[in-house]
């Protein structure tokens, strides 16, 4: 991946330019400034896929690249592509076009960056360029009058090498070159990285299954570098090896990888790290995870030409690599605080997913508390306390997901509280049976949360002076001795003395926090529950009934706040809590009043923190003649009543101008895809692979291949309590039964962002804000705007006269929530609808709607 200059460079350079030249550019406006910064390509403007664009230079293209190749590029690209097949071939030749399109967009913003800042008169039209098959091929996208002699020449040296197998030194040797001057800029703190252009294209990726069953790691065949093919995926094989260099970042993870042959490929990684990062932000936490030294598997490889003209393998889906990252995982306290520390800094930075690997890591090692939390456990359930033994069983199963023995125990309980359907979940779950699935009922899951969280919170009493390991002891006597209770006591003494107790009270105190920022709510109530099976802590309480009431349970949410009394610093924050728990209640039972919501809706601001996930009882989703899904009214629905509130269940928000340009493009279909869309695939992709219920949720979205979705409720997608989730465990993949995880390929879930995200300019969102216009008449993206799903709101079809409105909130700049409002009297029967956009031709151009 190659850098290129900052969009900052050119605002600067703005700012010491001569004033008529200045103005000249004002006019012309931010289409034509990114024409100047060499982004001649039309934009997709917002949410979902354009369709057609560039036929004409789609039939012309390949015969003018195979004469570019035969040209330009050594006779050894000449000879590869000769052994090709013809797909591959063509696949070949578009990588070829890739790399001359951009590095000619590249070489010539370069250019016209330095003349717009030597003198203005060089904005003029200049001579005609002599004929060639690099003019050929740049004429059909460029106009002739914007192709500069100079870029010409430069396109046209980084083509010599283009395609050829390096040797293993000199790539090397380049590779550190560039690392060298990469990581010089993102460390020398007068560099402003806040400021990155950064450019990916999206051409040739990985042709990707549409399967979403996990992986069979254990069936693939192993093999080296040597027997890759040229655009050919590798099915049924894993390549196996260790990184050599430390990874370089901008939009993907640019690294190479040695075989156990000494053979080595570049990699061009892309979401894989946690959360969906890229950019800046990016480096530090790909240096922690893609290290030098890791050992990496990866599954059914893809050898393609990238665009810097290196062969290497592109890997874009999660699930397709397997890292095993050196370093430590130990349990010392020293160990347990470097993982919070290091989690606590990736938290301020807003990488939540990221923050959590690290709590987990060290989360994971503590299997002294894990043991002593199942003891007792076990010590409860001789004496039937189910409700304190389930809490105890799934506090000690965060901590030791695999042990046998914990999760034998916690079916055990799921039965002893009078829950067959749950243990019977939970059992096939831990064992990967392949019978069918089973999901118990909502109630049951809200009646164990009921029962578990009712026992009240331990509070530290006076410690022991024994220590941990001997009171340990005492307890396994008594328990052996049928003193069951007595065993108890003596666990809680032994977790109380045991010297990282609080230290992992801690850690999971902060998974709770983390959990909610990333919305995963099943986590967060998971991780606060466990944490107060070892210290009593009124933040742990408060993330809590925070995390319980998002998933909609606001009653449990009041129950939990009810037991905390009051303690200093925490007190205002809790009451402030309960007043909103209250108030959103009091929303929910009036069905949102339409009084409330427009009023919200003319300050674009949500009374309150909360926004709960609800869906009216007068609306469902039914399956409608010729548009898949829909949504359909069961009953009279009155003008301005309130049907739809939504949080997004993913959404990024970014700003050129204080941030990174961040584009992705497209060589096919010609479209650039702004920052926040490229993010936000990103950050869906990264985290399905750890959600299960998102996971679940995408894959029940279209994504624009023409295969039929099920009919499914409006629960399934709301981020609210869930079934499929055992109680007090996580909605990450190790506690579903392997037959029912879902592993989501790139391919599929860009496919679902493309038909269903919503999104905006931050233009028109201020626009919006000032009252001034319609959120759906987006602007252009690229200079910055938002992009977020909606998965219930996504299941309302398009019409020209919708009877629907759409209410965008907003936090700042950050959408907060979507309200689906009625715009008029709906029969029943009707089928609700919105308008996507506020211009037919647009609708028609992007889903093919009209
Ligand atoms: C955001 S989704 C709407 C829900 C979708 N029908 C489903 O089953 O998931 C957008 C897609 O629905 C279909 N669609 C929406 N409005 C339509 C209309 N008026 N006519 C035909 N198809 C429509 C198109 O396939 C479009 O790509």
Redesign the pocket.
Known sequence: MMEMPGMSDLLDQMRSMPPELLEQLRQEGPEQMLQRLGMTQPVSDST?GVRDVRKAAEVEAPAIYAEVLASYCHPDAVREYDKLRAEEREKLLKALRVTVEENFQHFSSQMMQEQLLNKASSLKARNAVKDSPLVRALRLVTASELLHPEALEAVEATLHNWGRKMPRDLHVMQFMMGYQNHVLKFKDPGSNKEMWTLRTNSTIIKPEASTSQPRKWAQLQPMGISALRLFGVATGRVLVGKLIVPPMVTVGITTLLQDDLGEVIQLGLYNQLQGGVTGHQAQELAEKQFCKGAKLQIAEPFLKIFKDGNQGIRVDSPHDIRLETPGKAGDTIQDLQDFRQSGNELYKNGQFEAALLEYWRGLRACDEIAVLLSNRSQAHLKTECWAEACRDSAASLLLRPQGAKHRARYVLILQGLGFPDLAQRAQKAFSDSSMGRLEPSIQDTQAVLRLTLKVPHLRTGGRSEEDSASLKEKGNMAFREGKFSEAATFYTQALEGHPAAEEVANLLRNVALSSTRAGLLHDAVAAAAASLRLQFHAKAVYHLAHALALLGELELSEEVLSQTGTQTGTQAAMTQLTGEVATTKGYVSLKYPSEMVAAAATMCRWPGKFMVDWVSEAIVIER?A?????VRSLRDIAFGETLIIQRPRGSVSTDATTGELLTSTDTNSGLIEDASKVKLTSQLTSMASKDQLLAKVLSN??D?TGVE?PVMSFHSFLDSLQASVLPLLLQQAEFFSATERLELSYARIQGVVN??VHGDSKESMRNWQAGKSQANSRGNKLLGGSTALYPAV??????NEPNCVLLPFFNEDEPKGMAVSARRHISRGEEL?LAYLDDPEAVKAK???S
């Open positions: 979902m409608v010729r548009k898949g899904r829909g979205l279209e624009g979705r038909v269903n996504s299941m309302i079809n398009h019409s609808t889903w093919g709607i």
